[in-house]
């Protein structure tokens, strides 16, 4: 682990880095569960992808060392509600800082994870995109348009969510991109699914360059239009449009 200061004191981190040259750099935000030995297996996968990964750990505002049991989830629910959003968001910027000079900047998180990265993805400075798997209390905030591109993971087995929200918040939010998947996400073959589209997600604005700003579009691209040059009296046109 590392340590990462924030303005509001130190969060330790856990950091995997790839082999290479990194692409960029992904941010993983844990669950009620602390940075566990999923989380860590999450932040290896990208740190495999070409990412340097890095995964703070929330809870050390209140307890350090915390890793839960799927059994103890009432007790990590307490720890993040001590947490709380504003210091938590505080911790996911120190990260960001801290692997900037990796690339690009995308952040990752599932379940009270999912929820931070989606606010983050408006609160926090310096970040590509924002990924989300069933992103606790997003439908709450769905009228607030995004900053960064922005994708969410959902299930339909899920029973924080229905199909009838996923609808409402995809009519309210036209600007993210919301899959709902058949069974749990955790099933293999969704997983993989979400997986890769979580990749290709990154890859586009991490990796290549971002989608263009059109006038009145509004999307929440990094790329702004140049504008063009106007062409002269006597510049070849073409013909004329028949």
């Not at 209140?62 to 990590?76: F, I, P, R, Y």
């Not at 505080?90 to 995308?106: E, H, I, L, M, P």
């Not at 099933?187 to 979400?194: E, Q, R």
């Amino acid at each position: 682990m590392i340590q990462l200061t924030t303005d509001d004191g130190t969060v330790s981190a856990y950091r995997a880095d790839p082999e290479g040259a990194p692409k960029g750099a992904v941010v993983v935000v844990q669950d009620v569960f602390g940075v566990d030995a999923e989380i860590r297996k999450i932040a290896d996968g990208f740190a495999a992808a070409g990412y340097v990964a890095i995964a703070p750990a929330l809870f050390d505002k209140v307890k350090a060392n915390v890793t839960l049991a799927a059994s103890d989830a009432g007790e990590g629910r307490a720890l993040a509600a001590q947490v709380g959003t504003d210091w938590s968001l505080a911790a996911v910027q120190a990260a960001v800082d801290s692997v900037k000079d990796a690339g690009k900047v995308a952040v990752v998180g599932h379940a009270w994870g999912g929820y931070l990265a989606y606010h983050a993805a408006n609160r926090v400075r310096g970040l590509a995109c924002a990924i989300g798997y069933y992103a606790e209390g997003v439908l709450d905030g769905a009228r607030e348009k995004r900053r960064v591109p922005t994708l969410l993971h959902f299930a339909e087995d899920d029973p924080l969510f229905s199909e009838d929200d996923i609808i409402r918040f995809r009519a309210a939010r036209p600007d993210v991109s919301a899959y709902l998947y058949p069974g749990a996400i955790d099933d293999a073959a969704t997983a993989a699914l979400a997986l890769d589209r979580t990749l290709f997600w990154i890859s586009q604005y991490v990796v290549g360059q971002g989608p263009v700003q059109l006038k009145n579009a509004g999307a929440y691209a990094q790329a702004k239009t140049e504008r063009k040059p106007k062409k002269k009296a006597d510049d070849d046109l073409g013909p004329p449009d028949a």
